[in-house]
């Protein structure tokens, strides 16, 4: 297995960590990019893109993130906020009238983008392609009571997150989240990140490999703790019971379906650059402005998380230290993805960072590759 790219003068132990990932945890293929104002002193990949036919991994490589995607979404969101066109304390009813139905009306947007809304589970019978079709899930979502009452607790809104700020971000603009961010973020910085993938970039998509099996111990408590009968294994696999971590992520109606939780499809360059942009200028771009950045990042939910059970910590539409990874800086916001995908920014170092991969792995303290990367960057610092 080759390591393919370039380290900036006293980032070598970030190379060294990363080719660990392979010989320790078995990494297939992977990428991993700091990008510090438009330079990436970090710029590494290796691997097999699809390991069946040997394809390696290029440095042009994309792959899905899972959950970094509410990452994205959320600076979405940030970004009509900052142009004054959505008002996050603002009742979702606003911008969404239909979302004021069963005592709904004054649900604040801020809530959702901080999994305190109470709709992690969405409750309705659904096929694949219902749920894939965006408008039978928001329509849904709209007609639902709350689990919790808002604002009292939160949990871990895992796939609901995409449809509800995804539907707010689409009355407001028109537009799709995935266009939304095609047009407006992507396009002027130049990713390869989307959101609703177009079958052109198909044949450069590696290929996911679901986690290894459990050992009987640890397969017998996630049974419980993710069973039928209990809120997360319904958040997690819901709506419907349709969504698995298996094969299901390789094909290509799951690709080219907007989900702005959860599909995300892109390279770590794309990812690490934008939340430069997001830190500081990149190119003579910046995303979004210092202080819209570290309004984002003032916690608005910490503590035991209804949906996940263990403590969770978020700001508006960001995950924060330490459940970001336990290696993050206090100063660092962004978002993991099932499996071990991190894609964050840190404010006080201005940088941005991600790392992909399309071997998954679960654990219950985060992704020790991920987590190995971000401490060798900071060392190196």
């Not at 997690?236 to 989900?259: I, K, Q, V």
């Not at 819209?292 to 539409?317: K, W």
Request: proline letters at 7%; glycine letters at 10%; charged letters at 20%.
């Amino acid at each position: 297995m080759q390591v393919h790219g370039t380290v900036a003068p006293g980032f070598e132990r970030v190379r060294d960590t990363f080719v660990r990932t392979f010989t320790r945890y078995g990494d297939v293929g992977a990428a991993c990019c700091v990008d510090r104002g438009g330079t990436r002193v970090v710029d590494l990949w290796g691997g097999l893109a699809d390991r069946d036919a040997q394809r390696p991994w290029e440095a042009d490589t994309p792959v899905i993130t899972f959950s970094a995607t509410k990452g994205v979404t959320a600076i979405c969101a940030h970004l009509l906020a900052e142009r004054g066109l959505l008002d996050l304390d603002a009742p979702v009813a606003r911008y969404w009238p239909e979302f004021a139905a069963a005592g709904k009306g004054t649900l604040p947007v801020r809530w959702l983008l901080s999994h305190r809304a109470g709709l992690a589970e969405i409750i309705a019978d659904l096929t694949l392609d219902e749920a894939l079709a965006w408008t039978p899930v928001v329509e849904a979502l709209a007609r639902q009571a709350p689990v919790w009452e808002p604002g009292t607790q939160h949990g871990y809104h895992m796939r609901s997150y995409g449809w509800l700020v995804g539907e707010v971000v689409r009355r407001i603009t028109g537009r799709t989240v995935g266009r939304f961010f095609a047009d407006e973020i992507a396009a002027p910085l130049g990713l390869d990140f989307w959101i609703g993938l177009p079958e052109a970039i198909e044949p450069r998509v590696a290929t996911l490999y679901p986690p290894p099996p459990l050992d009987p111990e640890a397969a017998e408590m996630m049974a419980r703790f993710m069973g039928p009968d209990t809120l997360t294994g319904r958040v997690a696999t819901g709506p419907s019971n349709r969504f698995h971590y298996d094969d299901m992520w390789n094909r290509r109606a799951l690709r080219a379906a907007e989900l702005p939780s959860s599909n995300g499809i892109g390279t770590a360059r794309a990812l690490a650059r934008l939340y430069a942009a997001c830190v500081g200028e990149v190119d003579g771009i910046r995303v979004l402005r210092p202080e819209t950045v570290a309004a984002a990042c003032v916690e608005q939910s910490d503590g035991p998380d209804a949906v996940l059970i263990f403590p969770t910590r978020f700001g508006t539409g960001f995950m924060l230290p330490p459940t970001l990874s336990l290696a993050a800086q206090p100063s660092a916001f962004g978002h993991p993805g099932a499996g071990g995908s991190l894609a964050m920014g840190d404010r006080d170092a201005g940088i941005g960072f991600a790392y992909v991969m399309n071997q998954m792995r679960f654990g219950v303290t985060g992704d020790p590759r991920a987590q190995a990367l971000l401490a060798a960057v900071y060392e190196s610092l």
